[in-house]
């Protein structure tokens, strides 16, 4: 099973119109559109599709997060964060279009995000990231893109997995989250493919 992208190569920059930031003083808002995204060679048993799309580079503590005069070094532990979890999507379903399941940032986040007939899309995240958040605070489901510190030392990778299944839909409600996703596949998943997108909103890190 192949997974590919028109948006970016494997391997090789997002660009800044599918992160939910980009570059600006230090930071501004970005299109947080959803990248496209096409398979093909899935097994032939498949009855349904998950996507999923995790940075495993996130900083474990926030201490320096943001912080000016301040870097978050590079050797941080770090820990994932979740930018998209879509599942039952249809074995017929073999592409995305760019800006498909998002299209703009949306304050308190997607509540029916947009995807193929039949999926269910988990929260993301950008959840606990603006809980308290007067402004922004709220539940994130679907596609919410790339905005990692500003002034982080180390570049984020963005992993999209695509996964095969055995069952044409998961037992899964909207909202929900990764660990309930990775249950309900136990057992389940055929196949996987993935595509590595790299992001930094840094401008002394590369990519």
């Known amino acids: 099973m192949h997974l590919r992208s028109d948006s970016f190569d494997n391997g090789q920059p997002i660009p800044a119109e599918f992160a939910f930031g980009q570059r600006g003083d230090p930071v501004a808002l970005s299109d947080n559109r959803s990248p496209h995204l096409a398979w093909q060679n899935a097994p032939s048993a498949t009855r349904s599709f ?8 996130v900083p474990s503590r926030g201490d320096d997060v943001n912080q000016p005069g301040r870097t978050v070094p590079a050797d941080l532990p770090r820990v994932e964060f979740v930018h998209w979890l879509m599942a039952n999507i249809p074995a017929e379903c073999g592409e995305l279009a760019a800006g498909a399941c998002s299209d703009g940032i949306t304050a308190r986040g997607k509540r029916a995000p947009f995807g193929p007939p039949g999926s269910v899309q988990g929260v993301n995240d950008y959840t606990g990231w ?13 596609y919410d893109g790339p905005c990692p510190p500003w002034n982080d030392a180390r570049l984020h990778h963005y992993h999209f997995k695509l996964h095969a299944l055995d069952v044409a839909a998961l037992p899964l409600a909207g909202g ?15 196949a996987e493919a993935e595509l590595v997108g790299s992001y930094s909103l840094n401008p002394a890190v590369a990519g």
């Open 130 to 142: 603006f809980a308290g958040d007067a402004e922004m605070g709220g539940e994130y489901r679907g």
């Open 50 to 57: 998950v996507l999923t799309c995790i940075d495993p580079d």
């Open 176 to 190: 929900f989250s990764l660990a309930e996703l990775r249950a309900a596949m136990a057992g389940h998943v055929l």
